[in-house]
């Protein structure tokens, strides 16, 4: 193992962080809040702690698989690290670190869950800072890194493949760091279109870039208490919704659409059965609010359906209603949907729709050759095959993916939370979606958890963001080194 290349591009990660937090620190000044030295402290620390191992460490070799997924493990757990020190050093949640940590941890995973009492207190610079945590993870802080930074272009793809989410990497060009330039690019300009969409609805620049980074990211941070639900406007939502549609969808097919190439959307069976699992979800949802009497009418029924169908759909966990007041069959589907997830190199977190159908393809395949013992059957999704070792990872993390929710669930349960806090909130930090039920509702927040209760969940969040096997082989090798000193 490759110890001192794994902490020198650590210490590369955490100056890309540190050069990130100087854009909060802008807002700051500009809005003239007292967080600027707060968030100077965090930068400077950041900026020192990078330089030490850059500046010191020689390194040669080239990356091997389990370093390309120690190096992803490891840089995400110190970019929560360091990038909680604006909160810690402004004292957001007091002295208590690991809140800092959590809140952090859950920006950069996308998930959105938080531990801010009252959100609207906070000054522009932090509140930004929160947001932006979210924009840089949601593309990956590690793509960002192999984007900007040629030198790591021989090894780059084990990087490349321990962080994009699913079961394939599509790559958009045959070099990896091209790959990552383009996909940062098309998330770039969608960033562009979203802010400026809603700006024309009315919003502060501040407020459509913080909302712009949840959306797209599909976290779900808000600069209101009452997240999207605050603004009361269906303009707003719509813009939201289109952009968290977009989100849940692999940036790979992004790409073919700027290309002109609207038939490698069209034709993609992962789109197909996504926009068909949203478009019924969303009916079911508004026909049961609808006949319960939830809104005064359909079509109200169908906005906030339409809305939170897609807002956990994708795992982004933004607010238009409080959904703990729907009836129980609406609420149902909510759970289900959030074990889905989005696409495969989304944004989105969950599952995946593309293992979904690959596990049902498998068992469907399974019943075909009991009745038909000597034939062989490939599994095909379109026109393009699986191998076996792609079959056999799917099953894999799906079992890992419910051991570890049944676990959490068990350990909340005997942390003395009831069961459906413990059952939601495993699922709502493991899925990466923030927003649960019970306790952990629409309106609520996890600020009620012990400090030993959020640790668990940031690992939730963290297995759930890497897609487990990452901080598997981070946790395997740790133990290695241990075993064998």
């Known amino acids: 193992m490759n110890w001192k290349l794994i902490i020198k591009i ?16 802008v807002f700051s000044l500009w809005y003239g809040s007292d967080d600027k030295t707060a968030i100077t402290a965090g930068i400077l620390l950041t900026a020192v702690a990078g330089l030490l191992p850059v500046l010191f460490l020689k390194t040669d070799g080239e990356l091997r698989a389990k370093e390309g997924f120690v190096i992803v493990s490891m840089g995400w757990i110190f970019a929560a690290l360091f990038g909680a020190l604006p909160f810690f050093f402004y004292g957001v949640f007091g002295n208590n670190y690991i809140d800092c940590f959590f809140e952090t941890m859950s920006g950069f995973t996308t998930t959105g869950a938080t531990v801010l009492k009252d959100i609207e207190s906070l000054p522009q610079g932090i509140l930004f800072w929160r947001s932006m945590t979210h924009w840089l993870g949601g593309m990956g802080i590690i793509m960002l890194t192999i984007a900007i930074l040629p030198i790591l272009g021989l090894s780059s793809y084990q990087l490349y493949r321990a962080e994009v989410p699913g079961p394939t990497k599509d790559r958009i060009s045959p070099r990896i760091k091209d790959t990552a330039k383009i996909l940062w ?114 079509w109200i029924s169908l906005r906030y359906a339409g809305f939170q169908v897609l807002s956990i759909t994708t795992t982004t966990g933004f607010v238009s209603a409080d959904f703990e007041l729907w009836p129980y069959f609406s609420k149902y589907i909510l759970v289900l949907l959030m074990f889905l997830g989005g696409c495969s190199g989304s944004t989105g ?59 959490s669930t ?27 039920l019970s306790m952990v509702g629409a309106t609520e927040n996890y600020a009620f958890f012990d400090n030993a209760s959020k640790l668990l969940l940031c690992f939730n969040m ?20 241990k075993s064998s000193s």
């Open 349 to 407: 977190g969950g599952i995946k729709q593309i293992r979904i159908m690959i596990l049902f393809k498998t068992a469907y395949n399974e019943i075909k050759k009991l009745a038909h013992p000597k034939s062989f059957f490939s599994l095909k999704i379109g026109s393009y095959p699986f191998p076996e070792t792609v079959i056999r990872n799917v099953a894999g993390f799906f079992v890992l993916f419910i051991f570890f929710f049944f676990l």
């Open 185 to 298: 690019l098309i998330y770039f300009g969608m960033t562009v279109l979203q802010t400026v969409l809603l700006i024309l609805g009315g919003l502060s620049l501040f407020d459509s870039l913080c909302h712009t980074f949840g959306t797209l990211a599909t976290g779900g941070f808000s600069t209101q208490n009452a997240s999207i639900a605050g603004y009361g406007s269906l303009y707003i939502e719509i813009v939201i919704m289109a952009f968290m549609y977009l989100a849940g969808i692999n940036f790979a097919l992004h790409f073919h659409l700027v290309r002109g190439k609207i038939g490698e959307l069209l034709s993609n069976r992962e789109w197909q059965f996504y926009t068909a699992i949203l478009a019924l979800s969303v009916i079911v949802v508004s026909l049961n609010l609808y006949a319960k009497d939830i809104y005064a009418g359909f």
């Open 462 to 481: 963290l297995l759930g963001r890497l897609e487990i096997y990452s901080v598997l082989i981070l946790l395997y090798t740790v133990s290695g080194l």
């Open 410 to 436: 068990l350990l909340l349960s005997l942390m003395g939370y009831d069961m459906i806090t413990a059952f939601s909130a495993s699922i709502a930090t493991l899925g990466n979606i923030g927003p649960g």
């Open 10 to 25: 650590q210490g590369i990660i955490l100056l890309i962080l540190s050069f990130s937090m100087t854009v909060p620190l």
